[in-house]
């Protein structure tokens, strides 16, 4: 018997562990494709990188800069009729000017080395910084290393057509380095017959730490080449020179990738071509480096399997072991504390466990009377299901009516259903223990009410808003009504008065016995649910309102509802129009006049539920009294009026839900702005913290900042900074780096490139030629 059961468990065991295992064999078989298309996948996406860094942040860098050189008007002072229309200092400031522009066009962009334009009629070259003759630029400035200074003027003089040539050696700051120079013939710029070109040197090793970056195989290649297939760039991950195949690149295809030999080694090679440049971004990998993390996981993967397998099965058989223990001990314990002389020692465990569980639930009527007995949560839910009709009423024997305290299930009863509206002037949040507290206070003033007056009752707790009274009466209904009305008006007055919470009370017709409690609840809750068509009544009885309760219908369909809601909290006017004439559809199929005012009801009190929820500009004056309203939609026998004036209501508040948008939107900057006046000068004012300070995302306040004050956040700071510094050098003898410090820079060094990107100069040449002035 012992090996009966404890190779049931091994073999449950066994059956669970060969699930997973051959799961993980299947996994093995295809992981070299699943690797293979996340290696395509990688790749692909590195070079796309690679295109877009490359093309965001240099060629369109570059190629807009051409353009703007291009279009820029100050070619004028350079023309014959302007040197003769303005004077020297005229003239000068015009090409301080262009200076000034050309850096502000080429500071941001960390992989300009320099750019410059130069007029060949003028023998001139104009920087950012600097205006030079091309000698001194040759000489001092950034010589080409590989140009004799009569090569120098000729590629000065060429023409170009956005043109970019690789490796152009320079020495700038006695440093030589590799650059990438664009060219560019300016198509405007005649002058003497002679067309200008603009030049842009660009650091060659910052695109090149890029690419190496890239670059995620040891023994890689990479290359890049520009629109007519010239090589612009060739990176290596190690000292190696390899010759670039010749590839048969289609046009149609953004992406390639491709198996050949080269002196007798298999490379993968892969490519993307920039739909917008036409350029060709190369990639060439040894296939045994591009499968190498492949092999590595199917290999380990094999590992795996194999030791799961004996580990695995090592472990079945000692959890087998393990579980068969206690079950053997259960059985031992069951049999001697049970009165059951039957059970065997010969029957195995599960049949022993199965007989004494069976021999427990026998007992189970006896067990259930001692937990009702002793349970009061479980008198709650028994009276809830009694209400909700999940159980059967019949089903309740007498053991549940003694433990209820009801004497016989063919008493009178009433269901009161007790709502609790609004009881925020009482608490403070809407946590759990708060609305517990509520719900005390409200149960234990109708108990004492209920009691004083000779009502037995039983309390039931639906929600922690929602509470049920069943009420015995011993007297006349009509008289016994009476009584409960006046006892719940009572209750309404003082519970508005002395703890601010607002309820809504439904009351149901007379029931009889027990077993028709499930119809009393019903008749409350469909009475309660007419407090949103009559909103000036708080106690609502079945015996009056009965006819009133549309059974199954809705007032309006929910998705109608939702629509005018959504329009209104948007503030779109034009929704309000369209939904209204779903409504006017609706009204006219309603099956009676009746029907039609209880719909325009519904809809205001909608309305005055949308009034108080949103943030509006609807004054006093412009809302609706109530008491008009209800006489209107009574005594009107046309409802097409009605709903064109709450039609018009509608519109209103969505318009002033606009209104209230634009007025918190031009609060929230006129505070920004009066808070970046107080702090621009804090090393620490950034996008984030003034985001942080007004409790709103970082990108809502650029955009905002944006659309209200035509700027961006960081530049209005930076124009505050260097207009006070020009007020501070002009009108103190601080130094530079102390006036640094107060305007909120940590470092001297970036206060003067930043002064001296806004002003043209630097502050102390600044402070010297105001002086001067």
């Known amino acids: 018997m012992f090996k009966k059961i404890l190779w049931r468990f091994v073999f449950s065991y066994l059956i669970i562990f060969l699930i997973p295992l051959f799961i993980g064999l299947g996994a093995y078989f295809n992981v070299k494709d699943i690797m293979m298309n996340n290696l395509y996948r990688y790749n692909k996406t590195t070079l796309i990188q690679l295109e877009d860094k490359v093309e965001n942040e240099v060629l369109k860098s570059v190629e807009s800069l051409a353009d703007w050189v291009n279009l820029n008007p100050y070619y004028f002072i350079f023309l014959p009729e302007a040197k003769e229309a303005l004077d020297s200092s005229d003239r000068l400031l015009n090409i301080r000017n262009l200076c000034r522009e050309l850096y502000s066009q080429t500071y941001k962009n960390s992989y300009i080395l320099d750019a410059f334009i130069y007029i060949p009629s003028e023998k001139l070259i104009i920087g950012p910084s600097y205006t030079t003759t091309p000698y001194n630029y040759y000489t001092y400035i950034n010589k080409p290393l590989d140009m004799s200074y009569e090569k120098w003027l000729e590629f000065l003089s060429g023409e170009y057509k956005m043109k970019y040539i690789s490796s152009f050696r320079i020495k700038a700051d006695y440093k030589n380095l590799s650059t990438i120079v664009f060219a560019n013939t300016l198509s405007r710029w005649v002058i003497d017959g002679k067309n200008a070109n603009v030049f842009v040197i660009i650091d060659q090793s910052k695109i090149v730490s890029t690419m190496k970056e890239i670059i995620s195989y040891p023994k890689g290649a990479m290359w890049i080449l520009d629109r007519d297939n010239n090589h612009i760039l060739k990176v290596f991950a190690e000292s190696q020179n390899i010759v670039l195949p010749k590839l048969d690149f289609s046009i149609y295809d953004s992406f390639n990738i491709k198996e050949l030999t080269l002196k007798g080694q298999k490379w993968i090679v892969y490519y993307v071509i920039s739909p917008l440049y036409g350029w060709k971004y190369i990639s060439m ?320 009190g909608l309305y005055y539920q949308l009034l108080n929820s949103i943030p509006n500009t609807v004054g006093e004056k412009q809302k609706p009294e109530p008491e008009k309203v209800l006489r209107l939609i009574i005594n009107e026998k046309n409802p097409k009026k009605v709903l064109q004036a709450l039609q018009e209501d509608y519109k209103n508040l969505a318009d002033s839900v606009i209104i209230n948008k634009q007025k918190m939107g031009n609060d929230l900057i006129s505070n920004i702005l009066e808070y970046i006046h107080q702090q621009y000068s804090s090393s620490e004012i950034s996008l984030s913290t003034i985001a942080d300070k007004f409790n709103i995302t970082p990108q809502y306040l650029s955009a905002i900042f944006k659309e209200k004050t035509g700027q961006n956040i960081s530049d209005y700071i930076q124009n505050l900074r260097m207009n006070r510094a020009k007020e501070l050098l002009l009108t103190t003898d601080y130094p530079v780096s102390q006036i640094a410090k107060m305007i909120g820079y940590t470092e001297v060094s970036g206060f003067t490139k930043a002064f001296k990107k806004f002003e043209g100069v630097s502050p102390n040449k600044f402070r010297e030629l105001n002086k001067l002035q």
Not at 422 to 433: T, V
Not at 458 to 468: A, E, G, I
Not at 584 to 596: D, E, G, K, L, V
């Open 285 to 604: 990998v040894p296939v045994d480096s591009f499968f190498e993390d492949v092999r590595r996981v199917r290999n380990m993967s094999l590992l795996l399997l194999g030791l799961m397998s004996i580990v695995g099965s090592i472990l079945i058989f000692f959890f087998s072991l393990q579980n068969y223990r206690p079950l053997s001990e259960i059985k031992s314990l069951l049999q001697s504390k049970s009165e059951n002389k039957e059970t065997k020692s010969s029957k195995n465990e599960f049949d022993v466990i199965r007989d004494l569980v069976l021999h427990t639930l026998s007992k189970e009527e006896e067990m259930k009377k001692q937990i009702m007995r002793f349970t009061p949560v479980i008198k709650n839910n028994l009276l809830y299901q009694l209400l909700v009709g999940g159980i059967l009423p019949e089903s309740v024997g007498e053991p549940e009516l003694k433990t209820l305290g009801i004497e016989k299930q063919s008493g009178k009863f009433i269901v009161c259903l007790v709502e609790i509206d609004d009881c925020s002037g009482f608490i403070k949040d809407e946590s759990d223990s708060e609305y517990a507290l509520v719900t005390l206070v409200v149960t234990n003033v109708l108990a004492e009410l209920l009691d004083t007056n000779n009502f037995k009752h039983w309390d039931v707790l639906f929600s922690r808003t929602k509470l049920s009274v069943i009420v015995e009466i011993k007297d006349s209904f009509e008289e016994s009504m009476a009584k409960l009305s006046s006892l719940f008006e009572n209750m309404i007055e003082f519970l508005e008065k002395n703890f601010k919470i607002y309820v809504s009370v439904g009351i149901s017709g007379e029931v009889l016995g027990i077993t028709n409690l499930k119809f009393a609840y019903e008749q409350a809750e469909k009475v309660l649910g007419l407090k949103f068509v009559k909103p000036n009544m708080k106690i609502f009885k079945f015996s009056e309102l009965s006819q009133d309760i549309t059974s199954e219908k809705e007032f309006l369909p929910k998705d109608i509802e939702n629509r005018i809601i959504n329009s209104v909290k948007e503030g779109k006017v034009e929704g309000i129009y369209e939904v209204f004439e779903n409504i006017r559809s609706h009204i006219t199929a309603a099956n009676s006049p009746h029907m039609a005012k209880m719909i325009l009801i519904y809809l205001y």
